[in-house]
């Protein structure tokens, strides 16, 4: 699972370990100095490379129009959550592909053959996430 968070520089790899110690991310990466941020892709486009995964192959699920206008700019689908920061309104008229109420709702939309590149804004939104990212190690 390759995972950005651009908002929050905090959030490194030893973080990550620390808060959700059963999930193995194959890459994290927080907002760096000298690169461009959202909605600008290439805090994406770093962690495709690091994954070795194209862009038909992912989803990017954000809770912003910033993240919508992100994910279109990588090539990517963009999956709005309605658990984050912003209303349905919002990630619509910034053409999320799906809105997701629900973290569980992210299972019904991936296929076998797609990986995940997730941006989340804040703990509690990853926090969500944990159980569904949690069984696709399994």
């Known amino acids: 699972i390759g995972l950005g968070i651009p908002a929050e ?12 110690p059963t999930i193995k991310f194959t ?3 927080g907002q760096r100095e000298g690169i461009p941020v959202k909605p600008h892709p290439q805090i994406v486009f770093d962690i495709m490379e690091m994954t070795k995964v194209n862009a038909e192959d992912c989803l990017y699920v954000g809770d912003t129009g910033v993240d919508m ?7 990517m689908k963009a ?3 309605l658990w984050g920061y912003r209303d349905c309104q919002e990630l619509t008229e910034h053409q999320a592909e799906y809105i997701i109420a629900q973290p569980t709702e992210l299972i019904k939309l991936t296929v076998d053959n797609w990986q995940l590149t997730i941006t989340l804004m804040s703990l509690k939104t990853l926090n ?3 159980p569904i990212l ?3 190690q399994q």
């Not at 206008?69 to 090539?75: C, L, S």
């Open 9 to 20: 520089p905090l959030f490194r790899s030893a973080s990550m370990e620390h808060y959700f």
């Open 79 to 81: 999956v709005g959550a």
């Open 134 to 136: 949690w069984k696709q």
């Open 69 to 75: 206008d992100t994910a279109h700019r990588a090539g």
């Open 128 to 130: 969500s996430l944990y």
């Open 27 to 29: 890459a994290v990466l």
